[in-house]
């Protein structure tokens, strides 16, 4: 059959029948670009309900262009075999419909730009790189990931571009030896979060917000309850609400441990995007506490949404609040440094324009224009 033209997606991270949050802001990307058809992804993930056997795997297809396979949980060499199967069988059958691709675009290094460079070795196929990983980032850096590097450095080697999410996860990756061409592409916000702007003509209440996975080792959940404990004691003019698609439950217990008054905070999940937009139009100020970041999206939502946002001073959120008119940034960990501005913010000493920041969001983050950064680069790539 004549050869189409299109572009392979490989994602490392992608939502399945098993997890639909692992990876969404992947699947909105891809679905962006994918405006007219000629993109297709291939995502190979294990799933524990299938029988083991060589001619155990099940294939999921969507309308829009994505193949999903599963294939059976091991342990072991015979994980990474059935990884590879996986990858084989999704390609046949995309290889078989639509002929080979122009571009391959890898979305996280680790590990299925492997199977990017098999493509290119065997077929001469370029592919680029969209890195979001926490591994490179200096808070969190783990003894066993540095082994890792190794392998990431080799594959980065070979791809025509490397995309980090933010300048602090592109001086990571340089720092750990992970040299190639760079281009900085944001992740998009998606279009409901750019709303009609609310003003309150009262607020005698703080609403805050926070969402996130709820991952406590990177987001530090149980810092920021206490931090909002000791708020307790100080003012008692706020509301928090805590949104999560994961560890509700625990989050709860831990609110019920502290003894904090659950008249003011409440925990909401799993919630679809398009309501955890309406969350950000009916709060005022978004917190985030987290130890470690790259991008951080929900940042971004925040932001186009017109909240101020207080948060950690990490690289990549420090990019995103170059000054304090878009929030505060307090060092990591530093409860006390939380609490002075959880109580500026409660108690009115700090004042914020929304439409400023609402118009700092639609510059960085729109999903059109960052649609277009990557198929510019698709273009150099391609006309090289």
Known sequence: ??????????????????????????QRTFRALNQHGNHVLLHVTEDQDLRKGLSSYFVERSKQDEVIVYVPQYRGLLRYFHWIRGHYRGLRMIFAERGRPQLIHVHVTLYTAVIAVFLRLIFSIPFVITEHSTIYTEEHHLPHQRRLFVLARILARLASVIMPVSDHLKTSMLKEGIKGHYQVVYNFVADYFYQPLKVRKSKKVTRFLHVSSLDNPSKNISG???????????????QLTIVGNENTELVKQWIQDMALDPNRIQVLGPLTHPQVAAEMRRHDVFVLFSNYETFSIVVSEAQASGLPVIATDIGPLRERLPDDHFGL??????????LKALQAAATGQLTFQPK??????????QKKQVVQDIERIYRLVLNE
């Open 1 to 26: 059959m004549p050869e189409e033209k299109y572009i392979l997606h490989l994602a490392s991270w992608y939502p399945t029948r098993q997890d639909a949050y692992n990876g969404d802001f992947v």
């Open 356 to 365: 400023m920041i609402r118009e700092h969001a639609e510059k960085s983050y």
């Open 224 to 238: 920021l309850l206490s931090t909002f404990k000791r708020l307790e004691k100080e003012v008692d003019n706020w």
């Open 329 to 338: 940034l307090v060092p990591a960990q530093d409860e006390w440094s939380l």
